[in-house]
């Protein structure tokens, strides 16, 4: 699955802090992109990169900041965590027209 | 709006049943995916096709460009195809975008 590892998998933290998840790829793919997984929704895109120092946002980007400083790694911020980030967030990259998915982080917001 | 429809939402099964989930998509797409999430899991894809047919075991995955449509098939159901199946598509206008339907949960008892 193109080497993608995502950190941490779980984490529980308090409403108003700070969050970073982390996506990291061995493949050296292009594209790279965050999404969401809620319950009756398919998955969402937050934001993506279309390479290092090149990103853009999805559809549901409020509340999230990226960073793409290397092709291997792509963060996503959560600046001020609220309820409403409680989610499962997976990281995904893109090879031509495949898609290959990281194993999800668990994030509650208490 | 929703760019990828799956049917049926939820799907229970008794083993070595034959099953089919069905998906339509409304975007110009350069490939079509099946992915299969297990409860608590990761996504894993199972098919990649922008054409015609690909079997893989007991699955098979089928399209139809012109209708805009795609089926997956589980030959011979067992239990452990107890997941969510999610369909996927890579849009051709966007160039570099995902959508995903819901998922169908599938259920098979033994």
């Known amino acids: 699955d193109a080497g993608i590892t995502q950190s941490p998998r779980h984490k529980v933290t308090e409403t108003g802090t700070p969050v970073t998840l982390r996506c990291h790829q061995t493949e050296n793919h292009r594209y790279m992109y965050w999404y969401r997984q809620d319950p009756g929704h398919g998955l969402r895109l937050i934001h993506y990169s279309y390479g290092v120092k090149d990103t853009d946002k999805g559809e549901v980007s409020d509340g999230y900041s990226v960073s793409r400083s290397k092709t291997e790694d792509f963060l996503l911020t959560l600046e001020s965590a609220t309820s409403s980030q409680t989610s499962v967030y997976f990281c995904a990259t893109r090879q031509n027209t495949e898609a290959f998915f990281g194993q999800g982080t668990r994030l509650t917001v208490v | 709006k929703n760019e990828v429809e799956q049917s049926p939402q939820n799907l229970t099964a008794q083993e070595g049943e034959f099953i089919t989930i069905n998906c339509s998509y409304s975007v110009g797409i350069s490939a079509l995916h099946w992915l299969q999430q297990h409860p608590g899991g990761g996504i894993v894809s199972l098919f990649m096709?922008?054409?015609g047919k690909k079997k893989h075991g007991r699955l098979i995955a089928t399209i139809n460009i012109q209708e805009k449509h795609s089926s997956l098939h589980i030959t011979a159901s067992h239990p452990r195809d107890s997941a969510v199946y999610i369909c996927?598509?890579?849009?051709?206008?966007?160039?570099?975008?995902?959508?995903f339907g819901t998922g169908t949960s599938l259920t098979v008892i033994p």
């Open positions: 996927a598509v890579s849009a051709s206008n966007t160039g570099n975008q995902f959508y």
């Open positions: 096709l922008s054409s």
